[in-house]
């Protein structure tokens, strides 16, 4: 009889994994939302709503042999997960792939998926009507979106405002410096190393003043505040043995284990694994999860498997600005717009995830 593996959240981790295990395992995928949200295409979404359909994908034809199941876990133990109507999902192995949560129009909030495609709709049009446009927050989100904006719509006066120093700053300084300078030639103005103090709504866009940390106060027609994302862990909170790392995730043993459960597995934006939230990080982490899950069923004793290996903090990102420009650093060295256009800014991978919700 195979073996039972419940995987808690369906993003970029919880998908892939579910499929690649299909046809290893009895799989459920428990995920909340209809839709798996494709977060890169909802950036661009922002000014060009058409792609909105695109980057919504629906769940129902990801696995063939499993399943998915539209609900939301209120409860974990070692046999498995307890749902919020009651039910039980009993499992040889659990995976917690619940993500991160970030502002609208990016994610939805809770699992509101029509919620956000009004949303989308909504902040396309303040921003069509606006004139002058702050993002508070500049990493990957909020400089993607900048550049989008410029892009698509160069008439707009665009702020992009950090308390940071520079852009990247845990990257190579080409990096920063490369987008910085091509933020600045398209006509976006950077403030960098202040503070926004005034912020009306952390999870949505708005008009109003900006009070910066120098005492300098501004109106803007639209506000975006793109503060990063926070691990949504509330699921592993109270298991025993959890401890939290920064940005609400949850740290794990070599094994990415986050409690003394020994066959509860989290991954993703939710564990500090020592990867950065992002598409990428979670790209290293399946492949070990996968060999390391298949070594279990096989009977294989965990100590004897190899511990994950983060990328550590200078981990491959590609940052386009727009589909045209945008610069990426790539390991060994960094790539300009020819390399970053063709790797993601085109496309935003919007092809590889219908490929892999079976949708093409």
């Known amino acids: ?9 369906g993003g970029y981790l919880g998908a892939k994994l579910a499929k690649s295990l299909d046809d290893l395992a009895d799989v459920t995928l428990i995920e909340p939302r209809s839709h798996f949200v494709h ?43 307890t749902l919020d109507d009651g ?65 698509a719509m160069p008439d707009k006066k665009i702020t992009l405002i ?28 950077l403030v960098l190393g202040k503070r926004a103090e005034s912020l009306q709504s952390l999870t949505e866009p708005y008009a109003g003043r900006l009070k910066l940390s120098d005492g300098s106060e501004q109106d803007f027609d639209l506000i975006f505040p793109v503060l990063g994302s926070r691990a949504s862990s509330e699921l592993i909170d109270g298991l025993p043995g959890t401890q939290k790392g920064t940005a609400n995730r949850v740290k794990v043993d070599p094994w990415m284990r986050p409690s003394s459960l020994p066959n509860l597995f989290a991954a993703g934006d939710v564990a ?3 990867d950065g939230m992002t ?22 004793p965990l100590a004897k498997m190899k511990p994950y290996k983060p990328w550590g903090p200078k981990a491959p990102i590609l940052v386009p600005l727009g589909p045209k420009r945008g610069n990426s650093f790539l390991g060994l ?21 219908h490929k892999l919700l079976n949708r093409v």
């Open 272 to 274: 500090d694994a020592g």
């Open 333 to 353: 060295f960094t790539a300009g717009d020819l390399l970053t256009r063709k790797m993601k800014g085109e496309d935003l991978f919007v092809e590889r995830y």
């Open 279 to 300: 598409i990428v990080a979670a790209s290293r982490q399946l492949p070990w999860l996968l060999s390391t899950l298949k070594g279990l069923m096989a009977g294989k």
């Open 39 to 81: 977060a890169p295409a909802m950036i661009r979404a922002v000014v060009d709503p058409t792609l909105t359909d695109r980057a919504l994908i629906p769940y129902d034809r990801l696995l063939k042999k499993g399943r998915v199941l539209r609900a939301r876990a209120s409860g974990i133990d070692a046999g498995g997960v």
């Open 87 to 151: 039910q039980r999902v009993e499992a040889d192995y659990i995976v917690v792939a619940t993500g991160s949560s970030n502002a609208m129009p990016f994610k939805p909030v809770g699992d509101d998926v029509e919620g956000l495609r009004q949303a989308n709709q909504r902040i396309h049009d303040q921003l069509k009507a606006a004139r002058s446009i702050a993002i508070v927050g500049a990493g990957a989100v909020g400089t993607e979106l900048a550049g989008e904006i410029v892009h």
């Open 162 to 189: 950090s308390d940071l120093d520079r852009l990247f700053p845990t990257m190579p300084d080409k990096l920063g410096n490369a987008l910085a300078g091509k933020l600045r030639d398209a006509g976006v103005t």
């Open 1 to 9: 009889m195979s073996q039972r593996i419940a995987i808690v959240g």
